[in-house]
Nanobody, 121 residues
Framework: QVQVVESGGGLVQAEGSLRLSCTASGTISSINSMGWYRQAPGKQRELVAYIVGTDSANYADSVKGRFTISRDNVKNTVYLQMNSLKPADTAVYYC???????????????WGQGTQVTVSS
């Protein structure tokens, strides 16, 4: 079984910064990708950023240049540094971890419970 736990959310003023963390624990042989999604009230969940390995990162256009995703493979942890935050970034942020589950390299996604980020104007 794999557990995914996020932390670091909170309330911040516009143009402020927050750093989210997400750690996967349990029975893990290896992790393929790690990423962040978010869901604002009344909206669909959307991809924010994901990283494959330690240096192949991808971002939603809305956060490029403001958010940075990074990963510590030893700690099975992914970070999301969020700068120049806007009220439109207000959402619950979810971490997803793509874990390799067998020798055929099939994978399964594990999700965290989410952490609230609120940006005030």
């Amino acid at each position: 079984q794999v557990q995914v736990v996020e932390s670091g959310g909170g309330l911040v003023q516009a143009e402020g910064s927050l750093r989210l963390s997400c750690t996967a624990s349990g029975t893990i042989s290896s992790i393929n990708s790690m990423g962040w999604y978010r869901q604002a009230p009344g909206k669909q969940r959307e991809l924010v950023a994901y990283i494959v390995g330690t240096d192949s990162a991808n971002y939603a256009d809305s956060v490029k240049g403001r958010f940075t995703i990074s990963r510590d493979n030893v700690k099975n942890t992914v970070y999301l540094q969020m700068n120049s935050l806007k009220p439109a970034d207000t959402a619950v942020y979810y971490c997803v971890v793509e874990v390799v589950i067998d020798i055929d390299l099939r994978t399964r996604d594990y999700w965290g419970q989410g952490t609230q980020v609120t940006v005030s104007s």
